[in-house]
T-cell receptor, first 113, second 114 residues
Framework: AQSVTQLDSQVPVFEEAPVELRCNYSSSVSVYLFWYVQYPNQGLQLLLKYLSGSTLVESINGFEAEFNKSQTSFHLRKPSVHISDTAEYFCAVRRAAGNKLTFGGGTRVLVKP | ETGVTQSPTHLIKTRGQQVTLRCSSQSGHNTVSWYQQALGQGPQFIFQYYREEENGRGNFPPRFSGLQFPNYSSELNVNALELDDSALYLC?????????????FGSGTRLTVV
């Protein structure tokens, strides 16, 4: 079975400051890794994913995440946040041959002006 | 291209009642997964339907059941509602049941059991 731990439940950050959201996972088999964002009263939107290849993946809105197999981590970073980045962020894993996503508990990001 | 549509958006039910939630998958997607997201927690996998057959189930009791129709839309049924069933129920569709297919989530149905 897989599990996902998001080490911070809440991260307050000032506008234009950098942010890092930490995600660690455990799995005995190969996994795919995902970050989803959830805005208030909405569903989940895929932010970025790691399937294979380059360990650094980027999204179109400035987020990036790095897969570190030895540390079983997939931390999410953004060098400069905007007010509109206020949301809850979920890290998730799925077995490469599996069909279900296992989510972490989420990290709530509050961007302050 | 339409996304994933869920109905209703909000629902209030009494303990012991039964509820049916509906999901229309994204055009071209043949797989639907259902997740339960309790307040302040990450989503939990309930089950998945692929080509009208259940294709995996999470740790949920049998009173949680589902259907997938020939047009790939889906229903989630919950019998004998309990207070702990209060949650946001999310539907996700995908082009296939596994592999590197991406999942498109709907906005969810918020169920409150009183």
């Amino acid at each position: 079975a897989q599990s996902v731990t998001q080490l911070d439940s809440q991260v307050p950050v000032f506008e234009e400051a950098p942010v890092e959201l930490r995600c660690n996972y455990s799995s005995s088999v190969s996994v795919y890794l995902f970050w989803y964002v959830q805005y208030p009263n909405q569903g989940l939107q895929l932010l970025l994913k790691y399937l294979s290849g380059s360990t650094l993946v980027e999204s179109i809105n400035g987020f990036e995440a790095e897969f570190n197999k030895s540390q079983t981590s997939f931390h999410l970073r953004k060098p400069s946040v905007h007010i509109s980045d206020t949301a809850e962020y979920f890290c998730a894993v799925r077995r490469a041959a599996g069909n279900k996503l296992t989510f972490g508990g989420g990290t709530r990001v509050l961007v302050k002006p | 291209e339409t996304g994933v549509t869920q109905s209703p958006t909000h629902l209030i039910k009494t303990r012991g009642q039964q509820v049916t939630l509906r999901c229309s998958s994204q055009s071209g997607h043949n797989t639907v997964s259902w997740y339960q997201q309790a307040l302040g927690q990450g989503p939990q996998f309930i089950f998945q339907y692929y080509r009208e057959e259940e294709n995996g189930r999470g740790n949920f009791p049998p009173r949680f059941s589902g259907l997938q129709f020939p047009n790939y839309s889906s229903e989630l049924n919950v019998n004998a509602l309990e207070l702990d069933d209060s949650a946001l129920y999310l539907c996700a569709s995908s082009l296939g049941a596994g592999g590197d297919y991406g999942y498109t989530f709907g906005s969810g149905t918020r169920l409150t059991v009183v």
